[in-house]
């Protein structure tokens, strides 16, 4: 059984990094996305990070301010985020994706995703 945990700050600073701890599978062999959903909103997709970490692809929406990394060896996953604005105000969430690789267009999809941890509140103010 997969379990994700994401840890975050809650109401965040200008600039502020959650983090995703990962137990029960074989981590660096997954890519690994984050979405978040802001209140009566859509999840959306933030961005995701292969399974090696040299790849990163993100959102218009949070490109230039948001950088996903990962250390496979502690099984975790990390969203720093940048120059945050109140529109970034949403639950974020971390979710395991396929094995191997597969394409932008298909990866923005949260039906790619399998586990999903629970969610953690960023909230920032204007």
């Known amino acids: 059984q997969v379990q994700l945990q994401e840890s975050g700050p809650g109401l965040v600073k200008p600039s502020q990094t959650l983090s995703c701890a990962a137990s029960?599978?074989?981590?660096?062999?997954?890519?690994m996305g984050w979405f978040r959903q802001a209140p009566e909103k859509a999840r959306e997709f933030v961005g995701y990070?292969?399974?090696?970490?040299?790849?990163?692809y993100y959102a218009d929406s949070v490109k230039g301010r948001f950088a996903i990394s990962r250390d496979n060896a502690k099984n975790r996953v990390f969203l720093q985020m940048n120059s945050l604005r109140p529109e970034d105000t949403a639950v974020y969430y971390c979710?395991?994706?396929?094995?191997?690789?597969?394409?932008?267009?298909?990866?923005?999809?949260?039906?790619?995703?399998?586990?999903w941890g629970q969610g953690t509140q960023v909230t920032v103010s204007s």
């Open positions: 990070i292969s399974s090696s970490g040299t790849s990163t």
């Open positions: 029960g599978g074989a981590f660096s062999s997954y890519i």
């Open positions: 979710a395991r994706g396929p094995f191997g690789s597969s394409s932008n267009l298909q990866l923005a999809d949260r039906n790619s995703y399998d586990y």
